[in-house]
């Protein structure tokens, strides 16, 4: 069978970064980021955020193969901005984002269910 073993879904091989930058040749400021181990959840929700950034020109992703498990994320920004920082600050909003929707959710369930 084609499909890869189920422990080839969520482990790194040795020697293997998570996500490694690669310089776009042919556009400016711009860059590919390649993130192992991922799919289009992730790089549906880093897309979205990356859009929201005024200096964000063009942000998009694609999965290169469907039996690989990896994505790659294109950015390219204007030129008072870099893809690196880019990726860093849609990053670092999405965790806010998040630690948000989790501690409303806790608030809510707790409040919910009342005291034990």
Same mark, same amino acid.
């Given at each position: =069978?084609?499909?890869?073993?189920?422990? $080839?879904?969520?482990?790194?091989?040795? /020697?293997?970064?998570?996500?490694?930058? $690669?310089?776009?040749?042919?556009?400016?400021?711009?860059?590919?980021?390649?993130? @192992?181990?991922?799919?289009?959840?992730? /790089?549906?929700?880093?897309? =979205? @955020?990356?859009? !929201?950034?005024?200096?964000?020109?063009?942000?998009?992703?694609?999965?290169?193969?469907?039996? $690989?498990? !990896?994505?790659?994320?294109?950015? @390219?920004?204007?030129?008072?901005?870099?893809?690196?920082?880019? =990726?860093? /600050?849609?990053?670092?909003?999405?965790?806010? $984002?998040?630690?948000?929707?989790?501690?409303?959710?806790?608030?809510?369930?707790?409040?919910? !269910? /009342?005291?034990?």
């Amino acid at each position: =069978m084609n499909a890869p073993e189920e422990h $080839e879904l969520f482990c790194l091989p040795e /020697g293997v970064k998570k996500v490694s930058v $690669e310089a776009d040749t042919k556009v400016t400021d711009a860059a590919n980021f390649h993130v @192992q181990l991922e799919d289009h959840t992730l /790089g549906n929700i880093i897309r =979205m @955020q990356l859009l !929201r950034d005024p200096k964000v020109i063009f942000a998009g992703y694609k999965i290169p193969h469907p039996l $690989e498990n !990896r994505l790659i994320i294109k950015v @390219q920004t204007t030129d008072d901005s870099s893809p690196v920082d880019a =990726m860093a /600050g849609a990053i670092r909003d999405l965790h806010k $984002e998040l630690v948000s929707i989790s501690e409303k959710f806790k608030r809510e369930v707790f409040a919910r !269910r /009342g005291p034990d």
